[in-house]
């Protein structure tokens, strides 16, 4: 069978696989939901609460298990405090700020770490590295965070700032540096390679994690042909001494060497985890993904074999260093489709079922889902046969890993169907691109005539990661479609390098370690990487900024002075010398790769919208819930074209409050999502973009949202910075007007059409509108679920028409609101919990069955509301074969109830009162174990408030 046939073969099998459509369908079970808890931990800080360690905890689930800000009062969400740091330049803020005991942590671009009061945003204390790096050179940099730890009596607190290549260790209360941490008060990260130092470039960008005394770092390297070996790193958090190292390019020896087809002369390195870490603090284990060997991507001809331990998921012994277990997810990566993101870990339980698991979100938008304790996948994976490469040298891997489930969470194919269709302009331009080059599946590889491989280098999941909810199973994940044109160029190695002019000598080192980003004739890749045909800077700016780099671009000093002049000579020769490097004596045909995007004549994605989403996915059964636009294009939305999603970067975070937060994208707004269904609750428009993880986190009963505010970045919008912290207002307001107001005569809350003005907390239920009603349909396994109005109300006569289910029961929620903070192990205790008085909706099916109209205590803890008599006997009120019209009147603490005009209920509690004397108003669904799907229907819904 043929490479080609295999290839379709394959395509046809996933597709029988995942179906026509990647949504769950609505009618299939869902899982059941149980309430997890989280036992004893070590670290204090490791938890749902607070939010001390990046990606708050250190299974980097991004959760918070907070929910006084949730889906029902998200849109009353307002700033409370802005701090701006005063160098709105680049690179932008990535840092996902940290919180220890009410002071907030993060970094600037010059890798300041600044302490702010973490309520009131008043600057505490600002630690500046600059006078203690080499030279007290002010070194410009990405920088996702900082790292906290404190000994086991909760003294030596202390903050870890990853400045280039060092760690300083800072005061935690004073911002002073510990001057007796590692050699002359720093980590010098260069030591301890199988490098020599001099050749070493090491930057850190994401915050190292901590078990116990351990400090465990990875780091990003350069991505061209002189690079440095990605290995993961231990030190001791009090000392700084060095403790293990981890080769992710294996040593003569070690385990994986016999992967790779090493040649002499040839520079290894890359294979690094530059998305950080997470830990199993149980196992003692440090779990973390690594990206491709260098050179990064398009041509890995001098870099042969399956070449572990690159593009892997890998778990190690977080004392020793040692190897536990790994998994390839990409042999011999010449994609640039690096693992961004650490894996998440996450407790999957369904029913009686409890699987521990590590996700892997990669830049293919496919995601693998792995036993924590094996590596061995949950859902199947699939050796999929690939096109090999028609580029001499190159021997592209013959099959890759392609995970069954969940399905993809973009296009991996490009067909003329999926060209751009915002303009026919537009459309007529990306077809004549798109007739130019090869395209093809997933790993087609790049060629001299250019491939346009889908979803592109930028594309997929970034270094962002998921939110995961243990709870619901549930993972929340952003993802970019970004097609990318990757084409080789040749170029020849220089034998007789003394014939050389210092061009063409800059041209040879040009090819290899400059094309990817700025392309073989300079032409650059806007926004993020801009052309160097026209190079303005001078020569010892040139040569300041190489050797140390500057916000997205790594620094090369391994190079040496003559290497750099040589670079600089090319850059300023005008009339470019590239070409006639062919007429001097070679030894060997080489490749550079330059890697455009695929873009319309306005630089935006040639291909059909979205361009960027935000998706639920269930890890249960591996099924897409939903998926929805995330960002828009300002430019675009001024011409009226809306909807189309937008590349993002930064991640989300998911909250018990039924919330998913999320910016990162080029319209500089901050969003909230319903976790049920994926609809916009809240949005506002940042200071600038925030491509940067959010973090929740609550002092003295109130939480806060905080996002860094820094644009720039990678979707190149202006520069910022600020950090911007939210909460809900002391008062109820809604549009400027208050609600009694808005409310004074009889209103319809529902409009017959929509559920606008409502929105779900708890459970997995299904609401919807049909012929003019509200339709609840139960879901097995769900717990309670309730559809909730974003207004809330305090004394209101209510009235409506409801149709009662012949099995289960219902009710309407009265002055109800959702539980702040978990306040014990129960489903009926956890944050976010509805809880209020509820008016019952159920038939009187037998003796000491409660009926429609009774009242109950919902979460409450208190039971039945309604005496044991009327529960005991019920009436007969009840139309059991069609409509009814319930009337509800709530005034102080009585709550009275009519069905078809006869009287219920009249009920007088002043203790619910107390706890709650206003609240929405909330259409419950009764949780269900077994059987249905059941319904219940609402309709004709008004309210008036006294």
């Not at 958090?237 to 020896?253: C, L, S, V, Y």
């Not at 909230?672 to 491509?691: K, T």
């Not at 905080?706 to 600020?722: C, H, L």
């Not at 012929?771 to 309670?784: A, E, Y």
Request: charged content about 20%; some cysteine.
């Amino acid at each position: 069978m043929s490479i080609g046939k295999q290839v379709l073969f394959c395509l046809v099998t996933i597709t029988f696989f995942y179906g026509c459509n990647t949504v769950a369908n609505p009618e299939k079970d869902v899982k059941d939901v149980v309430s997890v808890t989280q036992g004893d931990n070590p670290n204090k800080y490791d938890n749902y609460s607070d939010w001390a360690i990046y990606r708050g905890d250190k299974k980097a689930n991004q959760y918070s298990e907070l929910a006084q800000i949730n889906a029902a009062n998200v849109h009353k969400l307002e700033p409370v405090w802005e701090y701006r740091h005063g160098d709105p330049n680049g690179p932008s803020m990535y840092s996902n700020p940290i919180v220890v005991n009410e002071l907030m942590y993060f970094t600037t671009p010059k890798l300041n770490v600044v302490a702010l009061n973490a309520t009131t945003g008043e600057e505490v204390w600002v630690f500046d590295p600059a006078p203690f790096n080499q030279d007290n050179k002010e070194f410009r940099g990405r920088s996702r965070g900082v790292t906290y730890w404190e000994d086991a009596n909760g003294e030596n607190q202390r903050i870890y700032n990853f400045v280039k290549d060092r760690v300083y260790a800072v005061d935690a209360k004073s911002g002073k540096q510990i001057e007796d941490f590692g050699e002359n008060g720093y980590i010098d990260l260069r030591q301890d390679l199988p490098v020599a130092p001099g050749n070493a470039s090491i930057e850190v960008t994401s915050p190292g994690i901590v078990y116990k005394n351990y400090l465990i770092v990875g780091s990003r390297v350069p991505e061209g042909r002189f690079s440095t070996p990605g290995d993961v790193r231990a030190y001791d958090t009090k000392t700084g001494a060095f403790k293990w190292i981890f080769h992710t390019i294996p040593q003569e020896g070690e385990f994986g060497y016999d992967t790779w087809e090493f040649e002499e002369g040839v520079v290894y390195g890359g294979a690094n985890p530059w998305g950080g870490f997470s830990l199993d603090e149980e196992r003692g284990w440090v779990f973390f993904a690594t990206g491709s060997p260098a050179p990064d991507f398009i041509h890995g001809g001098n870099r042969k074999g399956q070449g572990l331990f690159g593009n892997c998921i890998i778990a190690l012994n977080a004392i020793t260093g040692e190897r536990v277990w790994h998994y390839q997810n990409i042999h011999h990566d010449i994609f640039d489709y690096d693992n961004p993101p650490a894996p998440i870990l996450v407790t999957i339980q369904s029913g009686d079922s409890i699987k521990e698991a590590v996700v892997q979100f990669t830049k293919m938008g496919l995601t693998f889902v792995l036993e924590r304790e094996t590596g061995k996948p949950i859902f199947p994976i699939l050796e999929v046969p690939v096109p090999a490469s028609d580029v001499p040298g190159e021997e592209a891997w013959a099959t890759q890993p392609f995970p069954i489930k969940p399905p993809p969470l973009n296009r991996i194919t490009l067909n003329e169907s999926d060209l751009t269709n915002i303009t026919p302009e537009a459309h007529d331009y990306a077809l004549k691109e798109f007739k130019k080059y090869r395209t093809g599946f997933l790993y087609t590889p790049a060629s001299e005539r250019g491939t346009i491989t889908m979803p592109g280098h930028q594309g997929g999941v970034e270094w962002g990661g998921g939110a995961y909810d243990p709870y619901s199973n549930v993972v929340y994940i952003n993802v970019n479609e970004a097609p990318t044109i990757h084409k080789l160029v040749k170029y020849y190695e220089l034998e007789n390098k003394e014939e050389a002019t210092p061009q063409q000598l800059g041209a040879f080192l040009y090819n290899n370690s400059c094309t990817s980003c700025h392309g073989a004739n300079r032409q650059g890749n806007p926004p993020a990487f801009p052309k160097l045909t026209d190079v303005q800077l001078t020569h010892e700016e040139i040569k300041d900024l190489l050797f140390h780099g500057k916000g997205m671009m790594p620094s090369f000093e391994q190079l040496g002075e003559e290497q750099v002049n040589n670079i600089i000579a090319f850059l300023k020769n005008q009339d470019n010398e590239e070409g006639s490097i062919e007429n001097l004596v070679k030894s060997q045909v080489r490749y550079s790769n330059q890697a455009p995007f695929f873009v319309d004549q306005d630089g935006y994605p040639a291909i059909a919208p979205p361009w960027g989403t935000l998706n639920a996915v269930d890890l249960v059964n591996g099924d897409i819930l939903w998926k929805v636009p995330l960002g828009e294009y300002p430019e675009l939305v001024k011409k009226g074209v809306r909807g189309t999603g937008s590349k993002s970067f930064g991640g989300p975070v998911a909250t018990a409050g039924d919330i998913v937060f999320i910016a990162g994208t080029p319209d500089e707004k901050i969003r909230a999502f319903n976790s049920h269904n994926g609809d916009v609750l809240w949005e506002y428009p940042l200071p600038a973009a925030g491509y940067a993880t959010p973090s929740v986190y609550m002092i003295d009963g109130k939480q806060y949202l905080v996002i860094a505010a820094g644009g720039g970045g990678k979707n190149a919008t202006p520069y910022g910075d600020s950090v911007i912290a939210f909460a809900l207002p002391g008062t109820i307001m809604e549009n400027g007007q208050d609600v009694k107001e808005k409310y004074s005569d009889w209103t319809d809350i529902f409009d017959g059409k929509t559920l606008k003005g409502w929105v779900q907390l708890n459970g997995t239920h299904e609401y919807f509108v049909e012929d003019g009603s509200i339709v609840g349909r139960t879901v097995k396994g769900s717990p309670n679920s309730f559809l909730c109005t974003l207004d809330e109300f305090d004394d209101f006569e209510l009235t409506l028409d409801i149709m009662v289910d012949d099995i289960t029961n219902s009710g309407i929620q009265v002055r109800s609101r959702a539980k702040p903070v978990t306040e014990g192990e129960s489903q009926e205790a956890r944050a976010g919990r509805v809880y209020g008085p509820q008016v019952e909706m159920q038939r009187n099916q037998r003796p000491g069955t409660p009926t429609t109209g009774l009242i109950y205590g919902e979460a409450l803890g208190t039971g039945w509301l309604s005496s044991k008599e009327k529960v005991q006997n019920g009436h007969n009120y009840l139309n059991e074969d069609g409509w009814n019209k319930l009337r509800i009147l709530a005034k102080g603490p009585r709550i009275q109830t009519w069905l078809n005009g006869i009287k219920v209920e009249d009920l007088t509690n002043e203790e619910v009162y107390k706890s709650n004397p206003k609240g929405f108003i909330g259409l419950q669904m009764h949780g269900v174990e077994e059987g249905g799907p059941y319904t219940m229907k609402w309709r004709n819904i008004r309210i008036r408030r006294l």
